[in-house]
């Protein structure tokens, strides 16, 4: 197999694992996919034989549950995912995923997350607590090793904007 030439194996919704082939330029992915060499994920000692294997949207999961624990962060996702997300809510179908995308690969994760914040809490200052959770969470829950955290900041939501939305929809 060339350098850049890599086998992946990852689980896909409803189809059980897939393994695709990628011929990428060395630094495109953010995570290691270099095939599982023993003893070198965190955690990893056990002598039984045998392959795990994590999907991606389980670690989105966790990320998402781990950000959302986070004081200060209001909501998860952007403008028309948070409108959908309502909607889910509304029918007991909360998606823990909402606002979050993850990369994985054999060791390593990086995950992207979109945010609202709760005004007057200190963005920075929540973004950081919310990378430090969602890297600890990934780290002791998926055994992977968190290689970034990208944190944008949507939108900040103001305490009176429920109230308002509450009076709005009490008249129509």
Not at 29 to 39: E, K, T
């Amino acid at each position: 197999m060339a350098a850049d030439e890599t086998n992946t194996t990852i689980a896909s919704e409803g189809s059980g694992t897939a393994t695709r082939s990628s011929k990428a330029p060395a630094g495109t992915s953010r995570v290691d996919r270099a095939p599982y060499a023993a003893g070198s994920a965190v955690g990893a000692e056990t002598a039984s034989a045998g392959r795990t294997t994590i999907a991606e949207s389980v670690v989105a999961k966790v990320a998402g549950i781990a950000a959302r624990e986070v004081p200060g962060v209001h909501a998860l996702g952007g403008g028309g995912a948070r409108a959908l997300g309502a909607i889910r809510d509304a029918v007991n179908a909360t998606d823990l995923t909402q606002g979050v995308k993850v990369e994985v690969g054999e060791t390593q994760a990086a995950a992207d997350l979109t945010i609202v914040v709760d005004y007057p809490a200190p963005i920075q200052e929540v973004a950081g607590n919310v990378r430090d959770a969602v890297t600890g969470a990934i780290t002791r829950l998926v055994g992977l090793q968190v290689v970034e955290v990208n944190v944008d900041v949507n939108d900040v939501h103001l305490p009176g904007d429920d109230a308002d939305a509450d009076t709005e929809s009490r008249v129509s």
